[in-house]
């Protein structure tokens, strides 16, 4: 399906109003208040006219054409506020800390151990320094690994069902 039919088997009206909503959802969730004049709807016009550019390009996208349109709206939100980074970390509120600081490897080992003993193995404990090392994909990691994708799945399920059985102390070391 190329462009124009992509447009034309959707309502576009629609579709642009659900953008602005999420738009708007998404801004007011970060707190601040000053997006350098714009406003949600800009957010939306600049991701239809880069579509219509060809600079997001629709005919690799392997999902519906609007799933694709809040998709490339997610990222251009992001992206404005990943290069306007420096601007708005002035206007972050700073929180006083009267705890010591947080040592992410040492809640990480702590949370390994936890799995440890609740009977996880070796291949286990890999897949979920993968996941605290934000990467989820089993193709990204099973390609890092080596190994064949339903492996990672496997040992995906196996990991899942320890994971209930500690949450609630992890909570206590986060």
Avoid at 145 to 167: A, C, F, M, N
Wanted: glycine residues 4%; aromatic residues 10%.
């Amino acid at each position: 399906m190329n462009l124009t039919e992509a447009l034309q088997s959707v309502d576009m009206e629609a579709v642009i109003d659900r953008m602005n909503a999420y738009a708007i959802s998404l801004l007011k969730s970060v707190g601040i208040k000053n997006f350098n004049g714009k406003q949600p709807i800009d957010f939306v016009g600049d991701v239809i006219l880069k579509v219509m550019d060809g600079q997001r390009d629709w005919s690799k996208a392997k999902c519906s054409f609007t799933e694709f349109l809040f998709g490339c709206l997610k990222s251009e939100i992001s992206n404005f506020f990943t290069t306007n980074k420096n601007i708005y970390s002035d206007e972050l509120p700073d929180f006083p800390s009267n705890e010591e600081p947080y040592n992410f490897n040492e809640k990480r080992s702590q949370v390994s151990a936890l799995l440890k003993q609740e009977g996880a193995d070796d291949d286990e404990l890999m897949v979920f320094e993968y996941w605290m090392d934000e990467i989820y994909k089993p193709a990204e990691i099973a390609k890092d690994l080596g190994i064949d994708v339903k492996e990672v799945y496997r040992i995906t399920k196996r990991l899942e069902r320890h994971i209930p059985k500690i949450q609630t102390r992890v909570t206590d070391i986060i």
